[in-house]
Nanobody, 123 residues
Framework: QVRLVESGGGLVQAGGSLRLSCAASGIIVSINAMGWYRQAPGKQRELVATITSGSSTNYADSVKGRFTISRDNAKNTVYLQMNSLKPEDTAVYYC?????????????????WGQGTQVTVSS
């Protein structure tokens, strides 16, 4: 069983910064891509940023230049540094990991989600 545990959300004023962390634990053979998604009230979940095992990154246009995704492969952890936050960044932020773990049938690829962490940006 694999778990993703997020931390670092909270309430911040517009223009402020937050750093989210997501640690994967359990029986993990390897982690391919990791990423952050967000869901605002009444809206669909959307991609924020992703990072591959080789550290190639991809960002939503709305966060380019303000957010930075990074990962520590030794710790199976992904981070999201969020600067110059805006009220429209308010959402529940979810961590996602595409990884290889073991099963009764041998090695298998899985996709896991964290439980989400609330980010609220006040104007």
């Amino acid at each position: 069983q694999v778990r993703l545990v997020e931390s670092g959300g909270g309430l911040v004023q517009a223009g402020g910064s937050l750093r989210l962390s997501c640690a994967a634990s359990g029986i993990i053979v390897s982690i391919n891509a990791m990423g952050w998604y967000r869901q605002a009230p009444g809206k669909q979940r959307e991609l924020v940023a992703t990072i591959t095992s080789g550290s190639s990154t991809n960002y939503a246009d709305s966060v380019k230049g303000r957010f930075t995704i990074s990962r520590d492969n030794a710790k199976n952890t992904v981070y999201l540094q969020m600067n110059s936050l805006k009220p429209e960044d308010t959402a529940v932020y979810y961590c996602n990991a595409d990884l290889v773990s073991t099963s009764s049938y041998g090695l298998r690829q899985y996709n896991y989600w964290g439980q989400g962490t609330q980010v609220t940006v006040s104007s």
